[in-house]
């Protein structure tokens, strides 16, 4: 069965660094989303992308954050320069259509440190 | 604002017993409705979905929902609970309507504890 898959399974970097998240949705999915589990919090919208741009970001989603599909099949997020409150679990998912329900991937444990 | 309530942190139930963890919502229209499970170091697996018509919905590994249109519920369900239902259970909801991006709006959590 086709999976999202996630990479790296954990990062861990420096206040400041800049970070970038890979996922890889399943290939005939057409929209895309970033969601954050912050440490025994519930799972927070970030993102969605859909023909190549952002269709909707949360407040959360500010200037240090961008995503891109670079090639295709890569759904990157990019956090410019990382705070320590970004230290999250950052899943991928995405949705085939416009009904049905989001794959969601592994996900990526980030540490800021 | 669109939401979604778990009411309860945890459940403690004994395997073989029923089991029921409740959820409800606040979203305008009729939205999509889901149950996604998240065991320790995993991602979010889906349980099932309601779109439309039956108001009782039947997913994965036995359990089934139930959308209560009047009563803004969806609760989780299982008629026996096992040990290895024991995880963290997430109602999510999306609206439904037209132009909507598809983002999902999650409960807090519940952790469903089966005991032997």
């Known amino acids: 069965e086709p999976e999202v898959t996630q990479t790296p399974s954990h990062q861990v970097t420096q206040m400041g660094q800049e970070v970038i998240l890979r996922c890889v949705p399943i290939s005939n999915h057409l929209y895309f989303y970033w969601y954050r589990q912050i440490l025994g919090q519930k799972v927070e919208f970030l993102v969605s992308?859909?023909?190549?741009?952002?269709?909707?970001k949360s407040e959360i989603f500010d200037d240090q954050f961008s995503v891109e599909r670079p090639d295709g099949s890569n759904f990157t997020l990019k956090i410019r320069s990382t705070k320590l409150e970004d230290s999250a679990m950052y899943f991928c998912?995405?949705?085939?259509?416009?009904?049905?329900?989001?794959?969601f991937g592994p996900g990526t444990r980030l540490t800021v440190t | 604002a669109q939401s979604v309530a778990q009411p309860e942190d945890q459940v403690n139930v004994a395997e073989g017993n029923p089991l029921t963890v409740k959820c409800t919502y606040s979203?305008?229209?009729?939205?999509?409705l889901f149950w996604y499970v998240q065991y320790p170091n995993r991602g979010l697996q889906f349980l099932l979905k309601y779109i439309t018509g039956d108001n009782l919905v039947k997913g994965s590994y036995g359990f089934e929902a139930e959308f209560n249109k009047s009563q803004t519920s969806f609760h989780l369900k299982k008629p026996s609970a096992l040990v290895s239902d024991s995880a963290l259970y997430f109602c999510?909801?999306?609206?439904?309507?037209?132009?909507?991006?598809?983002?999902?709006?999650f409960g807090q959590g519940t952790t469903l504890q089966v005991k032997p």
């Open positions: 998912a995405s949705l085939p259509g416009s009904r049905g329900e989001q794959y």
């Open positions: 992308f859909y023909n190549n741009e952002i269709s909707e």
């Open positions: 999510a909801v999306r609206d439904r309507m037209t132009g909507n991006t598809g983002k999902l709006i």
């Open positions: 979203v305008s229209g009729n939205p999509y």
